[in-house]
């Protein structure tokens, strides 16, 4: 015969019992999931990002997460206990809470940030782009590593669950003493809060974003009502009279212009960056010694197409997610148009798909009369979104030919957007069988980017070998800058969206030409300030017309506004607005309620945020003011009417086509990137 336990034994037994059956409850075992997801999540993110330093910090990151998830599986475990017919209800919410720290651990471990409302609505948007991306980071063992964990827990749960209900006392004392540990958990909940509430914050900036809890930040970005937004479109008159351009076209000597726009390419990976550089560009090095090299160049937003927009343009971008510049009603003269009016041939090429982010329709409005891009020109594919880079040189060589059968000496513009230095930054065979026989590292991502911008380097080599052999070298303006830049973790952020730091804005800058004064301009400027510099080079500004100003200013000019703020965004409206003014970056967290400044002389790799002295009232709030102006809620597009554009032809009220636009992709092989066969391209028809 089995001897009784002691009271508090049995007590212990009975609360221990309770206490496994309020944690292994279907919603508990679910939002205990989501919190272990999201905290090894951080755990991965920290550690290879060099984020934090210390146990402290890293508790201190993890602990809202613990509160929330921790809050949020009682409470649903309560209900369910208290009121039946909530079954189901609470079991919905806990699924939805394990798949948004599922989509959010997926989020971070890409762009190094903690998803939003308005991530996930941009997600459900551009979900055909967002396949494209898992699919090409995704490998069976990725997968194998997800199902096994997933089936551990499973497993690990369904234990656990049977083993309780073997042993657990279904008396009315066991009730009770249920009752009396969910009161328990409760009150442990709320000294925990209490606990969180009281720790100091982080410093850094990243560790005081990656403590958000992704829960908190996605309802508070959703319930955060309406940004301020006043957009009503760019100012549609020409900044330059039909009569002046005929009198400029009348001029005997008008230089030809090549831009080369250098995808997600930081400042700090060319040779301009001296003795830090990150990576070899001795071309680039070579072209400054001889023109306009601007050291502190950035980007006002730090996205492609925004940017391309403000360069081009000379206008602020939309500075949000959405691409509104491709709409017809609300696009501003650019320059390609004016030249192409006053008699220039107009060339647009890029490594990249045609159809990402419409940009056929975009180099529309822009003004180009001619078009080419990854579906065109069809090289190694590198990744999802491009082929490589030197499979432009070919058919911008054959541009020009065509230029020159058709009208010799015709003046012309071209402009080429790089894309292998992209995000996932995949070697084209070349550039790793270069990279093996130098001995050159390539096992990060970080390091395999340094070696495709090594090789963008070489290509804008290749581009002006065309220009030796063709004899026009020395008549052409030619300009290589960056975009946007890149982030590797180095503060946490990855990529370059909503990355606000110099890694993400900074770009190289290099203007060579006839005419062009070799010198370097250290004080700080914006990509809007790319277009009147290129009118200003080809001697243009005489004759714009009075008053038409644009949003930027020629670098070149005795009066260039080197005080004035340089104002940047985030391409997700409530991750950050701000300016560069002398030394000073002063950035603004929308989600965050907070503001802060980073002293880029004393502080070059931004680790001391300051609070904002009363200096930096009036241009912050001339810099909202400025943000609001380019930013819209909702848009009604109004798309041209039909037009053939090469192979592409673009329908009214719909995105452009082109005959392999999506089937060419399948034609891959997934591990070299080569072309499988050659498909046959038809001829556009009308739809």
Known sequence: ???????????????????????????????SAALVWTVVAKWVHAGSNEILTGPYAYARVVASDFLVFGA???????????????????????????????????????????????????????????RDVLADMSSPEAWLEAVVVLLVVVAIGAGMRWWVRRRQDRSELAEQQRARLRTRVFSALGAWGLLWALLPSLSSVP?????????????????????????????????????????????????????VILESTRFDHTSLA????????????RMAKQGLVATQMRAVLPHTTKSMFS?????????????????????????????????????????????????????????????????????????????????????????????????????????LLTSATHHSYRLPTNVLKRARTQGRPMGSDAERYARLVEAEDRFLAQLYNVLLERGEAKETVIL???????????????????????????????????????????????????????VGALGLEAWAREGAALG?????SADYPVDAPKIFACYDPSRCRGFVRGASKFVEVPRDDEAFVFDLEADPQERAPQLPGEDFELDAAAMRQTVGDHRVYRWNYTLPEQREFGQWWCIEQSKCRHPQAWKIRDRYDPKTGELLEDPETPKPRDP
């Open 1 to 31: 015969m089995t001897a009784a336990r002691p009271p508090w034994k049995e007590r212990i037994a009975k609360l221990g019992a309770g206490a496994l059956e309020l944690l292994i409850s279907p919603v508990a075992l679910m939002v």
């Open 72 to 130: 949020l599986g009682a409470l649903l475990a309560w209900i369910r206990t208290r009121w039946a017919p909530a079954k189901w209800a609470t079991l919905i919410v806990a699924g939805l809470a394990l798949l948004l720290a599922g989509l959010n651990a997926t989020y971070l471990g890409i762009t190094g940030e903690q998803g939003s409302w308005y991530d996930i609505l941009d997600a459900i948007r551009r979900r055909r782009e967002l």
């Open 207 to 259: 560790g005081r974003a990656l403590s958000k809890n992704v829960v908190v930040l996605v309802a508070k970005t959703a319930s955060a009502g309406r940004f301020a937004a006043h957009f009503e479109g760019w100012p549609r008159e020409a900044w330059i009279e039909a009569a002046a351009l005929e009198s400029w076209e009348e001029r005997s000597e008008r230089p030809n212009v090549l831009v």
């Open 274 to 285: 001296g003795d830090e550089a990150l990576a070899e560009t001795p071309f680039l090095a």
């Open 311 to 415: 360069m081009l343009c000379g206008r602020y971008p939309t500075l949000q997610k959405g691409v509104i510049e491709v709409d017809a009603s609300a696009a501003p003269i650019c320059l390609p148009r004016v030249l192409r009016e006053a008699g220039y041939a107009t060339f647009f090429g890029q490594s990249a798909f045609g159809t990402f982010e419409q940009r056929a329709r975009l180099v529309a409005n822009f003004g180009f009369e001619h078009f080419a891009a990854f579906e065109d020109i069809r090289g190694q594919k590198v990744g999802y979104l491009a082929s490589e880079d030197a499979s432009m040189v070919g058919p911008f060589a054959d541009w020009l030919e065509d230029v020159d059968k058709g009208q010799p000496g015709r003046p012309w513009m071209a402009v």
């Open 480 to 534: 290589f800058v960056g975009d946007h830049g890149e982030g590797f973790g180095d503060h946490g952020v990855k990529q370059h969206d909503n990355n606000f730091f110099e890694e993400g804005l900074r770009v190289p800058f290099v203007l060579v030409g006839p005419g062009i004064e070799g010198r370097r301009i250290e004080h700080n400027a914006s990509l809007i300030d790319v277009m009147p510099t290129l």
């Open 552 to 556: 930027g200013h020629d670098l070149r």
